[in-house]
């Protein structure tokens, strides 16, 4: 599905287990972008996020996850194996009122994204920064995912991963506000789903925003 911006999304309802080789050829993705859902009853996600990868990426292509931070050294040994190195931690900062973790007793004002690297290619692109920051701290695009992250947020990360050009892939794309992110930043990109829901519901919302000026959602007309 074309986009009036300079990028491309396409929809699949797919487990994330069966993407690679069914729909994502092994080796063709530059980039897979994704946010999987964070809490520990889904820890297995990440097994089969670093699974994807490994064989979906190019070699020295990138996977770059968002991750809450509660469970993080449980993420990242599940992320890790054999070709596919931990490179780096951006980190996506949220200004505005801090979420409390009351489970830790602090307030949390940016998320982690962890960035891997398949073996075998060219060494990873140059990062200038290893910071991104959202606008403000707004709500998440209405008809978007109820796990879903702002626009603003969304595309001030893209905006540091994604060149022009890209082949990527989310195949935890909830709503699909990551996905088109990273389309409006250049990137060809499929968002996938396990949820036929949350399928239907991508679908709609990518559209509806494809169809309005990007302009304005940058602005905050869609937050």
């Not at 996977?63 to 993080?72: H, I």
């Not at 996905?179 to 709609?204: F, K, N, P, Q, W």
């Amino acid at each position: 599905m074309a986009l009036a911006g300079p990028g491309s999304v396409r929809v699949a309802h797919a487990d994330v287990r069966e993407l690679c080789p069914s729909i994502v050829a092994p080796d063709s993705l530059d980039l897979v972008l994704t946010d999987p859902p964070y809490p520990r009853a889904f820890m297995e996600c990440w097994r089969w996020l670093g699974d994807f990868a490994q064989a979906a990426l190019k070699p020295g292509g990138t996977l770059a996850a968002l991750s809450g931070q509660m469970w993080l050294g449980e993420v990242l040994a599940m992320l890790g194996r054999e070709g596919l190195a931990y490179r780096w931690t951006v980190a996506l900062n949220l200004p505005g009122a801090s979420t409390r973790v009351f489970h830790r007793r602090l307030g949390s004002r940016w998320k982690p994204c962890l960035l891997f690297t398949k073996a075998g290619g060219e060494p990873p692109r140059w990062l200038g920064t290893d910071v991104a920051t959202a606008p403000t701290l707004a709500a998440q695009a209405d008809g978007f995912h109820h796990w879903g992250q702002s626009a603003g947020a969304m595309d001030a990360l893209a905006s540091l991963l994604v060149e022009p050009g890209m082949v990527a892939c989310d195949p935890f794309a909830g709503g699909g506000e990551l996905a088109l992110a990273a389309a409006l930043a250049g990137a060809s990109v499929l968002a996938s789903d396990i949820e036929a829901e949350h399928v239907a519901t991508m679908r709609a919302s990518i559209v509806n925003v494809a169809e309005s000026e990007t302009t304005r959602r940058r602005q905050g007309a869609l937050l």
